[in-house]
């Protein structure tokens, strides 16, 4: 195996020993809740292969995990320490047998996916590499603590994925900054029309009570808010033009007056400001 090549400029028996520490990384979590389950005494054979294993005996320690294996059910567990011991040993072909084996028994065994990885990596197969990297990526958990490194991994062998990544993360970034615009003018528009709403309610009010100046004013602030609104629009159309009937009634009964009191050119004036100020047209509906 001393000739097994390996993208990266280190020579075997460095890769082995970052391969291992990587790997028993991997499977922290899973070794402690499949350890558990194990048959005691394959668990003593374990303990035993991991202590071999620990001290650079490679073949002792798989002989050991063989025992333990031989004790009970298929265990993905077992099965990843065997792999990384052939591995280590350079058998390359039973260690892929093994990893493979593992996600015939548990498909979600993340460690089988990172080691097969970086055993095509060391072969130089990149494409198997580059799929099983992106296997362990899609079923790790959102908060995966080495979801970077194996990103990494993945541009180290195909740099065009890099770009990729970026172009995917600068849309999905203008999308979501698009839809939280989106989400904000829609808030910013519902705020507007419930502030114009109370400005016409105040309207509505003053107009009933013949104010209609102040009833036009709160009417022109609605019309700020949410403008061309035509409800605002005819409301205050409404209270114009009730304004202007107002002051014909009041100037009528000034009129009136004065010709009671024989003020005949003061009434002719009067009458004559009545007429300019007579609305052309009706509002035909009244209604909101």
Do not use: C, W
Not at 14 to 30: E, G, H, M, Q
Not at 45 to 56: D, F, H, I, S, W
Not at 137 to 153: F, M, Q, S, T, Y
Not at 188 to 202: G, I, P
């Amino acid at each position: 195996m001393s000739g097994l090549y390996y993208p990266m400029t280190i020579n075997y028996q460095r890769f082995i020993v970052l391969l291992f520490l990587f790997s028993v990384f991997f499977v922290t979590f899973n070794s402690k809740i499949e350890a558990s389950v194990l048959d005691p005494q394959a668990d003593y054979y374990r303990t035993k292969g991991l202590e071999e294993q620990a001290k650079g005996r490679y073949q002792s320690a798989l002989n050991f995990y063989l025992k333990a294996v031989s004790m009970g059910p298929e265990s993905p567990l077992l099965y990843n320490d065997i792999g990384i011991a052939y591995e280590q040993l350079g058998y390359t072909d039973r260690a892929e047998q093994y990893y493979l084996r593992i996600l015939k028994v548990d498909p979600n065994y993340l460690a089988a996916y990172s080691n097969l990885a970086y055993l095509y990596a060391s072969q130089g197969q990149t494409d198997k590499a580059k799929q099983f990297f992106m296997e362990r990526l899609k079923r790790g958990p959102a908060d995966d603590p080495v979801k970077d490194k194996i990103r990494n991994e993945l541009y180290r062998l195909d740099p065009t994925l890099k770009a990729s990544a970026i172009a995917q993360e600068l849309e999905e970034t203008r999308v979501r900054l698009a839809h939280e615009a989106q989400k904000k003018a829609q808030a910013e528009f519902a705020l507007s029309v419930e502030r114009a709403e109370k400005h016409y309610k105040r309207g509505e009010n003053f107009r009933s009570a013949k104010k209609y100046k102040e009833a036009i004013s709160e009417f022109d602030k609605a019309l700020k808010v949410t403008p061309q609104n035509p409800k605002l629009v005819k409301a205050k159309e409404r209270a114009l033009y009730e304004e202007r009937i107002d002051e014909v009634k009041q100037r009528i009964g000034v009129a009136t007056e004065q010709l009671n009191t024989g003020e005949v050119n003061s009434a002719k004036k009067e009458i004559q400001q009545i007429l300019a100020i007579i609305p052309k047209e009706s509002i035909q509906n009244s209604g909101n």
